[in-house]
């Protein structure tokens, strides 16, 4: 079994950690391809342990997977040392852990651009983690970001650092009126991070392929979702990376024909953290369920996530998009007690019926969903672990998910324990 990708199929936070860590122990090589710290993934492992993680790829909690942060990802190494730190803490082995040289580096103007400019935008702004992810992205397509491989020769990181920093400290000062960054400061600041990084910096890409060529299994961990894609999601509310399947070729360094498998995780209803539209999103006690049963507050940014209903337009948007193979629906046991649990099968935009996504924004801004009513199951799901156990009403709702995406519901989740699954198809 070659490349395995995983990716949301929606807005974020659709329990991928979960999924990665499931697989965990079947997988050689777990790679994160995009995003940075504005992830969060929570897992919980089987001694009852949660854990947060935000740049760190999910499967860092296997205990035999290399982990590989791949040339697609923007790196805050103090964020990363922390998550580090505190893994070594907990006793797991962070040896294991690999990062590309050609990973861009958030550096601190990143980020202080990326709260001040959200400032600036006021009503306009798209939410951001305000970790500096736009920012250091911008620079990367601008050519002026700096890498993990400047960190390993001092002259170059204060060179280029040197040059970025006069573009950037005349915004910071003159633009918004912030104080201007010390190069020299930065400068050790990020020198003595090299330090301590220097042994995780290698050739991913050519470690990558070797495992490949030795049949063994990497599994390309997705951050943020489908609908965050900054090209395919619902720009410009997205995050500055392609969190997609094709990006996981980027991102890693990985061809495409050596893919066998996308793995796409869709809660059984919808969240969305930060700024743009949302069809189904709940305003009522439907909502306020949704929030307070499934503990809906970002692993990140500890803000309150908007919820609604489960928009099959959307899945199947992402099914195609990506490819999916198999879905994993999770959080199913979310939904016990609704008396109803409608599902969004298509759009209403001025008098005219939408299956598929609209071609604009503004047609998706202005989408009133279609809803098929289904009732709902009464009986705690949490213990059920085969499919014929499921109550028929919960059963018929995976079923009717599946016909409407297209693909098939591989895995369903009634608990936020990596245990708590109901397998209907093994997913390697
Ligand atoms: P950024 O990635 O910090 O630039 O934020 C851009 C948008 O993506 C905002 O709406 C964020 O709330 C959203 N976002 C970024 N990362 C995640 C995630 O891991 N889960 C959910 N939303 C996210």
Not at 169 to 178: A, D, G, I, S, T
Not at 341 to 361: H, K, L, N, S, W
Not at 394 to 414: H, K, M, N, P, W
Request: some cysteine; aromatic content about 6%.
């Amino acid at each position: 079994m070659p490349a395995i990708v995983l990716i949301g199929a929606q807005w974020g936070d659709e329990g991928k950690g979960k999924v990665t860590d499931l697989l965990g122990e079947r997988v050689d090589y777990v790679v994160r391809y995009s995003g940075g710290n504005n992830a969060g993934h929570t897992v919980i492992t089987p001694d009852g342990q949660k854990y947060a993680l935000h740049l760190m790829p999910s499967g860092a909690l296997s205990p035999s997977a290399m982990i590989v942060i791949g040339n697609g990802v923007v790196v805050d190494p103090k964020v990363l040392l922390s998550e580090i730190d505190g893994l070594a803490e907990r006793g797991v082995d962070v040896s294991r852990l690999r990062i590309s040289g050609d990973a861009h580096l958030i550096m601190p103007h990143h980020s202080a651009l990326d709260r001040v400019v959200e400032r600036y935008l006021g009503q306009a702004r798209i939410g951001t983690t305000g970790r500096g992810i736009g920012p250091a992205y911008g620079d990367k397509v601008a050519r002026m970001g700096i890498r993990l491989q400047d960190l390993l020769d001092p002259g170059i990181l204060r060179k280029k650092l040197d040059l970025v920093l006069r573009e950037k400290n005349q915004m910071l000062f003159k633009v918004y009126n912030r104080k201007a960054l010390d190069v020299e400061a930065v400068a050790q600041e990020y020198l003595e991070y090299a330090e301590r990084l220097r042994p995780y910096i290698a050739e991913t890409r050519v470690m990558l392929w070797d495992a490949l060529d030795r049949g063994e299994i990497v599994l390309l961990e997705g951050a943020q979702a489908t609908m965050l894609d900054l090209d395919h999601g619902t720009y410009p509310f997205v995050t500055s990376s392609n969190p997609t399947a094709g990006g996981a070729c980027v991102g890693a360094g990985i061809p495409p024909t050596a893919i066998s498998k996308v793995i796409g995780v869709t809660k059984a209803y919808t969240t969305r953290v930060g700024s743009g539209p949302f069809p189904t999103e709940l305003f009522d006690d439907n909502g306020a369920h949704l929030r307070k049963v499934g503990a809906e507050y970002g692993t990140t940014t500890g803000r309150e996530r908007r919820c609604g209903w489960f928009d099959a337009v959307v899945a199947r948007y992402a099914t195609r998009l990506n490819g999916i193979t198999d879905l994993v629906v999770t959080k199913l046991d979310v939904l016990t007690g609704l008396a109803k649990v409608p599902i969004c099968v298509g759009y209403e935009i001025e008098g005219e019926r939408f299956d598929d996504m609209p071609m604009t924004q503004t047609a998706f801004h202005h989408a009133t969903p279609i809803y098929e009513e289904h009732d709902g199951w009464w009986e705690d799901i949490s213990k059920v672990r085969s499919e014929a156990d499921l109550p028929a009403n919960a059963r018929r709702y995976i079923e009717r998910i599946e016909e409407l995406c297209g693909t098939r519901v591989s895995v369903v989740g009634v608990g936020p324990g990596r245990e708590e699954n109901v397998i209907r198809h093994p997913l390697i």
